[in-house]
T-cell receptor, first 110, second 112 residues
Framework: QKEVEQDPGPLSVPEGAIVSLNCTYS??????FMWYRQYSRKGPELLMY????GNKEDGRFTAQVDKSSKYISLFIRDSQPSDSATYLC??????????FGKGTMLLVSP | EAQVTQNPRYLITVTGKKLTVTCSQN?????MSWYRQDPGLGLRQIYY???????DKGDVPEGYKVSRKEKRNFPLILESPSPNQTSLYFC???????????FGEGSRLTVL
């Protein structure tokens, strides 16, 4: 079983839709949970960072972590065409390396 | 401006011709790392460094070398490139072994 599983998509939604992106992980030692956004031809950039179960909100973005189910989610409200990108979950054991999901490509059409 | 700078951004080379991809960060970060990104495989770590003169293998180190002689620089060396090393490479850094990872813009390498 891979350490971090993420549906590659693409996920196509109309502008204004609520988007749900998800990852599952297998290693219960993971402590820190991140979402990165990667635009085409660019490096990934951090979008959300959390280390506990529950929800964290930042504007239109909400990160949700359920450690008991080993499940993390990113919700995007009122999605915009500028949100079109690949979203990568990243999970950190707190030692030396991040484990990335393969990324979900999101396309928001006007 | 805080940034991770990689060079070259694009490179086409031939099998066996040694090349170096440079990486420099201006944030005084201790931790630096190299990843390669391939379709369907995602980001995979090649090597990382926890500090000067300290380097360690990631998930896919074969065919690569690194060095960390200065805190700000972490070059990736391909001694004898092969076509299976055609990929998009990212350098990244962070303060310590936890926390936000800052990525460079990427270096697209093609080995013919």
């Amino acid at each position: 079983q891979k350490e971090v599983e993420q549906d590659p998509g693409p996920l196509s939604v109309p502008e204004g839709a609520i988007v749900s992106l998800n990852c599952t992980y297998s290693n219960s030692a993971f402590q820190y949970f991140m979402w990165y956004r990667q635009y085409s031809r660019k490096g990934p950039e951090l979008l959300m960072y959390t280390y506990s179960s529950g929800n964290k909100e930042d504007g239109r973005f909400t990160a949700q972590v359920d450690k008991s189910s080993k499940y993390i989610s990113l919700f995007i409200r009122d999605s915009q065409p500028s949100d079109s990108a690949t979203y990568l979950c990243a999970i950190d054991s707190g030692y030396s390396t991040l484990t990335f999901g393969k990324g979900t490509m999101l396309l928001v059409s006007p | 401006e805080a940034q991770v700078t990689q060079n070259p951004r694009y490179l086409i080379t031939v099998t066996g011709k040694k090349l170096t991809v440079t990486c420099s960060q201006n944030m005084n970060h201790e931790y630096m790392s190299w990843y390669r990104q391939d379709p369907g495989l995602g980001l995979r770590q090649i090597y990382y460094s926890m500090n000067v003169e300290v380097t360690d293998k990631g998930d896919v180190p074969e065919g690569y070398k690194v060095s960390r002689k200065e805190k700000r620089n972490f070059p990736l060396i391909l001694e004898s490139p092969s076509p299976n090393q055609t990929s998009l490479y990212f350098c990244a850094s962070r303060v310590t072994n936890t926390g936000e990872l800052f990525f460079g813009e990427g270096s697209r390498l093609t080995v013919l």
